[in-house]
């Protein structure tokens, strides 16, 4: 059964003078998943979302969004779509009811229907609570999530999200996850943009890691992981005064150490695991820490590229 496109991208070319910022970007969105777009700041994320938005203009290539050709219908294009960048796109002394009447007011929509979309990202969303708030009162949670239900708010099938977490504390992202799988529940399509490799294999159908204005893979993120991302390892901790031992006792496995992680790369590392306990165990060797770390899209990243996908980790 072949999936049905809503969003398709041929051979998209996008130059900011002299910098080609979209380099010949080919791919397609199918219906009800969630897509990731991942790459480090200044990929062309940004821009690729503001073309889909028909916020940009394109040099060369062809893009399709329910069948609409962009480049002839922008206008009935940006009905189609959601979108929540960055920034807010809340007015500061309107309250937050005030900002989704002036949204719903933008796309022309009927008071009964507004009332209805109103009703329902109250709701799911969890906005209510605040409703009467000054934008400018608002956490960043908060103004995150009203400034989502403001670009739903005339209910589009195809909802896209610019980097939506980028500085959420932990806690508040996990919650702001949920509401993007909400969207999912709901029948939206979601294209997401975000440099959080966990982000993207947490909340993502298939990823389009994207370079330098170039796609260089499109997968399920378990897919790229497998395929990608080289092979598990076994990494493994013991006290200082035992490290030296340890080392010698696992010369046969091969290994590589750094910075006291002991990291032993293999086909099926599970497989080998007990054996290597065992062997540390009955050498009176006590690990504080054995685990098995499969690839990360990270690593899928790195070996595609050759850096990391946030410059600066360590």
Excluded at 63 to 72: E, N
Excluded at 123 to 141: H, N, P, Q, T, Y
Aim: hydrophobic residues 40%.
């Amino acid at each position: 059964m072949v999936n049905e496109v809503v969003i398709e991208v041929k051979g998209l070319v996008k130059h900011y003078g002299e910098v080609k910022a979209l380099d010949n970007v080919s791919l397609n969105v199918e219906k009800g998943e969630i897509f990731g777009l991942l790459g480090p700041n200044g990929a062309g994320k940004t821009t690729l979302i503001e073309i889909l938005c028909g916020l940009r203009r394109f040099d060369k290539g062809e893009v399709k969004v329910l069948g609409l050709d962009l480049a002839k219908n922008s206008y009935k294009v940006r009905s189609l779509i959601g979108f929540c960048p960055q920034e807010a796109l809340l007015y500061d002394l309107l309250n937050v009811y005030e900002n989704l009447g002036f949204a719903a007011s933008l796309y022309s929509l009927p008071s009964k229907k507004f009332k209805e979309r109103l009703e329902f990202t109250s709701k799911v969303l969890g906005i209510d609570e605040f409703m009467k708030k000054k934008a400018k009162e608002l956490s960043g949670g908060m103004k995150r999530r009203a400034n989502l239900a403001a670009s739903i708010i005339h209910d589009p099938p195809i909802v896209i999200l610019d980097e939506p977490t980028v500085g959420f504390d932990p806690n508040v992202k996990r919650e702001f996850w949920e509401t993007i799988k909400m969207l999912k529940r709901d029948g939206k399509t979601v294209l997401l943009s975000t440099h959080d490799m966990y982000e993207a294999d947490t909340l993502c159908d298939r990823v389009a890691i994207i370079d330098k204005g170039k796609i260089v893979a499109i997968d399920k993120p378990q897919v790229l992981k497998e395929t990608l991302g080289g092979k598990a390892s076994i990494c493994i901790r013991v006290k200082e005064s035992q490290t030296e031992k340890t080392l010698k006792l696992l010369k046969p496995y091969g290994y590589t150490f750094k910075d006291g992680d002991i990291q032993i790369f293999a086909d099926n590392p599970w497989k080998i695991m007990p054996e290597i306990s065992n062997e540390l165990l009955s050498n009176k060797i006590l690990t504080e820490k054995i685990e098995v770390l499969e690839p990360t899209l990270e690593d899928v990243f790195i070996r595609l590229t050759g850096r990391k996908l946030v410059e600066g980790n360590e």
